[in-house]
C-alpha cells in the first residue's frame, strides 16, 4: 500500500459517502475533493464524540486516501484513533453593518479549538501544540496503517473511475454505512440537550472547576507547564462552549446570577494570553450587535462585565499583545470590536476615555507605519471617531494630548494623493477626518486647528484634492461655525480663502457639499467683525460679476424652498386625518422629512439673503427683483427665519441666544 496513507478526517471522503451527513456543509466536500484522488472507504469509528458539554457530536472515519500530504496519521490499524477532530455550531450568519475579522492565513492556523497537548508550551514564545495522532510523524509516509482492503475493493477503487467515485452510484458497505448514521442521527436528534436555565447551571459549574483546576496547577507546577497543559486545554474548550449563549440570551440573566460574568473577564488577566483572547473572542460574541438580546439583558450582562473592571482589562490586553503574531493580532482586532459593541452607551464611551489610557493607545496605533494600511490600523482610527463623537469630555482629552496637531501630520499626505477606493486606506481617511470634525466642535479644538495651520491644509485641498475636497469642506464648516468661529473665519479670509470658497459655492454639488458651503457663507456673515477689512472683502464677493453670487443663491433658494414646499403638503393632508394627540406623536417624524427635504439647506441660504439684503442697498435691489419673479416679495424670507425662530429651543443647555437676537435683528431688516 506504498503512497497511502490513513486518516480520520470526515470531508475527505467523496460526495456519495458523505451526502447524508449535515454537520459537514458541501463546501467543505468539495473542497476536499479538489485536493485529492480517489479516496476510498475503511472503516466507521461508531462511538459518538461528546462536545463541549454533550451538546455537539461529530463521527469520525477512518479514510484510505491516495497521493494526500494533508490527512494525518492514525494509530494502528484497527479503527483506533487517537487524535480526533470536531465541528461545533457556530453563531449563525446575521446579516450586520458591523465589520469582520479578515483572516489573512489558513483558518485552521488561527483557530484555537484544536487539542493541545500536556507538552505544550504556554509561554509568549511557543504556541501550544496540536495533539497528534502518532508520535512518530517522521515515518508517516512509510507506514501501512488501517485495515487492509480486499483485493477486489482495490481493484474497484482502482478500476471503477466512471462508476462509484465519478458516477452516481455507491457500494453496498458504503449504504449499509449512510443507513446507519440516519438512524444515529435521528437518535441524537431526539436526544437533543435542552438549553434552559438547568443547562446554564451545569455549565457553569463545570466552567467553575475548569478554572479552579486550571489555577491549582499552574500554581503548583509553575516551572513545569506540562503538568498544566492538559487543564489549560479543557479551559479552552469550556470557555468557547459560551458561545451558544449568544443564540439564547433570555439565559444572560441567570449566566450573571452565578457568577461566571465576573470569572469569565477575570480571565482577561490569564498568563496565557491565548486563553485571554478566548475570553475577548466570547465577550465580543455575548455582546455583539446581532444578538437578538432585549436592552434590559444585554444591559444586565454588560453591567456585570463593568463591575469586574472589564475595560482596563481590555486595555491591559491590547497593550501586551504583539500585532507582530498572527494570533495576537486577531486579539487586537477582537478586542477593538468589543470596544465598539461597549460604546453604544454614551457613559461606557466617556468612561473609556476618562477611566483608561484607551485614547492614547489609538493614537499611537493610528501613527504606526505599516507597508499597506492594515485592518487593525483602519479598526483604531474607526474606534478612535466613534469615541470623540460619543462624549465631550472624550473631545477634551483627546485635544490635550495633542490629539489634533497629529491626525492633520496623517491628513497632510493625502492633500494631493488619494488612497484607493474600496480599501482600508480610504476607510482610515475618512475616520480621520471625522475625528478631526469632532475636535473642532470644541473651542479648544479650534483654537488648536487654528495653530496647526489646520485652515491652510483644508484650502490645499479643495483646490488640489479628489477625494478629499468634500471632507475638507465639512471640516472647514465645523471650524468656522459654532459660537467660538470668529478667529478661523479672519483666518480664512487673510489665508485667501475667499477665491477657493466662492469658487466652489458656484459649482454645482450634492446636497451635502452644499449644506457646507452655505453653513461657511453664514458662518462669515455672523462672525466677521463689522467694517473691518475682512468683512468688506467678503461682501464684494457678492457684488462683482452683477451679483453673479447672489443669483447663484436665489437659485439654491428656489431648488429647496419647493423641495419643503412639496412636504409641507404632504404633512398638511396628513395632519387633517389626524387628532390632536395623534398629531403630536407624529411630530418628530414630520420634521425629520422636512430635514430630509432640505429645510436646513432653506435656512441657512436665507440667513445668508437676510444678511445681504441688512448689509447693501444694491444686493437687496437684486434679491427683490429676483423674487418678484415669481411673484414672491422678502416676505417669504422673513418667513423662513421666524419659523426658524419658533422652534429654536432657548430651553436647551447650549442654545445660542446670540443667534437669536441676531435673527429678530434680521427680520426687522426684511419689511
Not at 93 to 113: F, G, H, I, M
Not at 260 to 277: G, K, P
Not at 368 to 381: F, G, T, V
Not at 520 to 539: D, G, K, Y
Request: glycine share 6%.
Amino acid at each position: 500500500m506504498a503512497g497511502f496513507v490513513s486518516g480520520e478526517i470526515i470531508y475527505r471522503i467523496s460526495m456519495c459517502q458523505v451526502q447524508q451527513l449535515d454537520v459537514f456543509g458541501a463546501d467543505r466536500v468539495e473542497e476536499a475533493q479538489g485536493a485529492m484522488k480517489v479516496p476510498t472507504f475503511v472503516g466507521l469509528l461508531t462511538k459518538p464524540l461528546e462536545v463541549s458539554g454533550g451538546i455537539h457530536r461529530s463521527w469520525h472515519f477512518l479514510v484510505l486516501v491516495e497521493n494526500s500530504d494533508e490527512v494525518r496519521i492514525s494509530e494502528g490499524r484497527n479503527n483506533a484513533f487517537k487524535g480526533s477532530i470536531s465541528i461545533e455550531n457556530q453563531k449563525p450568519n446575521l446579516p450586520s453593518n458591523k465589520r469582520k475579522l479578515e483572516v489573512t492565513q489558513d483558518p485552521n492556523a488561527v483557530y484555537k479549538a484544536t487539542k493541545i497537548t500536556a507538552k505544550g508550551d504556554v509561554k509568549r514564545n511557543g504556541n501550544a501544540r496540536v495533539e497528534n495522532a502518532d508520535e512518530n510523524d517522521g515515518d508517516d509516509d512509510d507506514m501501512e496503517a488501517g485495515p487492509a482492503l480486499p483485493p477486489n475493493e482495490i481493484e474497484e477503487a482502482i478500476d471503477d473511475e466512471e462508476g462509484r467515485f465519478f458516477g452516481g452510484g455507491i457500494t453496498s458497505n458504503t449504504a449499509d454505512v449512510l443507513n446507519f448514521i440516519d438512524e444515529r442521527d435521528k437518535d441524537d436528534d431526539a436526544k437533543a440537550e435542552k438549553i434552559d436555565s438547568t443547562w446554564v447551571r451545569k455549565l457553569a459549574l463545570n466552567f467553575e472547576r475548569r478554572i479552579s483546576k486550571n489555577s491549582e496547577l499552574r500554581a503548583k507546577f509553575e516551572a513545569d507547564p506540562q503538568k498544566f497543559m492538559g487543564s489549560e486545554a479543557d479551559l479552552d474548550a469550556d470557555i468557547k462552549a459560551l458561545s451558544i449563549l449568544a443564540d439564547h440570551p433570555d439565559l444572560y440573566g441567570e449566566f450573571v446570577k452565578l457568577g461566571c460574568v465576573t470569572s469569565l473577564v477575570s480571565l482577561l488577566s490569564h498568563e496565557n494570553t491565548d486563553i485571554a483572547i478566548d475570553c475577548i473572542e466570547i465577550i465580543n460574541e455575548l455582546t455583539d450587535e446581532d444578538v437578538e438580546a432585549e436592552q434590559g439583558q444585554w444591559d444586565l450582562l454588560v453591567d456585570a462585565m463593568l463591575e469586574a473592571d472589564l475595560l482596563n482589562l481590555l486595555y491591559d490586553n491590547i497593550a501586551r499583545l504583539d500585532e507582530d503574531n498572527e494570533s495576537d493580532r486577531a486579539g487586537v482586532y477582537h478586542v477593538l470590536s468589543v470596544l465598539e459593541n461597549l460604546s453604544s452607551r454614551t457613559t461606557i464611551a466617556e468612561s473609556l476615555g476618562r477611566d483608561t489610557s484607551i485614547l492614547p493607545w489609538l493614537l499611537q496605533r493610528i501613527q504606526k507605519k505599516e507597508p499597506a494600511i492594515s485592518q487593525n490600523k483602519q479598526y483604531a482610527a474607526e474606534i478612535l471617531a466613534i469615541l470623540l463623537q460619543s462624549s465631550s469630555s472624550n473631545r477634551t482629552k483627546f485635544i490635550d494630548l495633542d490629539g489634533v496637531d497629529i491626525v492633520l501630520q496623517l491628513l497632510s499626505q493625502y492633500r494631493r494623493r488619494d488612497p484607493a477606493k474600496g480599501t482600508e486606506e480610504e476607510e482610515y481617511v475618512e475616520n480621520l477626518f471625522d475625528s478631526q470634525t469632532c475636535c473642532v466642535d470644541e473651542p479648544n479644538g479650534k483654537t488648536t486647528f487654528l495653530e496647526a495651520e489646520g485652515i491652510e491644509l483644508c484650502l490645499i485641498m479643495l483646490r488640489q484634492g479628489k477625494m478629499s475636497k468634500p471632507r475638507a469642506l465639512r471640516l472647514l464648516d465645523h471650524a468656522l461655525g459654532g459660537p467660538d468661529g470668529a478667529a478661523c473665519c479672519e483666518k480664512l479670509v487673510e489665508a485667501a480663502g475667499l477665491k477657493v470658497v466662492f469658487g466652489a459655492f458656484m459649482k454645482k454639488h450634492d446636497s451635502q457639499a452644499t449644506e457646507h458651503l452655505l453653513g461657511i457663507l453664514a458662518s462669515m456673515l455672523r462672525f466677521l467683525p463689522a467694517n473691518s477689512a475682512e468683512r468688506i472683502r467678503f461682501l464684494a464677493k457678492f457684488v462683482e460679476k452683477e451679483y453673479e453670487k447672489i443669483d447663484r443663491a436665489m437659485k439654491i433658494r428656489r431648488e429647496y424652498a419647493s423641495r419643503v414646499v412639496a412636504v409641507d403638503e404632504e404633512i398638511r393632508s396628513e395632519k387633517a386625518k389626524l387628532s390632536a394627540q395623534a398629531r403630536e406623536d407624529r411630530a418628530d417624524e414630520w420634521l425629520s422629512r422636512r430635514l430630509d427635504a432640505g429645510l436646513y439647506s432653506l435656512q441657512t441660504v436665507d440667513v445668508i439673503l437676510a444678511w445681504l439684503v441688512a448689509e447693501d442697498s444694491g444686493a437687496k435691489k437684486r434679491i427683490q427683483g429676483l423674487l418678484a419673479e415669481r411673484d414672491e416679495s422678502l416676505d417669504v424670507i422673513r418667513t423662513t427665519l421666524q419659523d426658524q425662530m419658533k422652534s429654536w429651543d432657548a430651553t436647551a443647555e447650549d442654545s445660542d441666544t446670540v443667534y437669536q437676537d441676531i435673527l429678530a435683528t434680521l427680520v426687522e431688516h426684511l419689511h
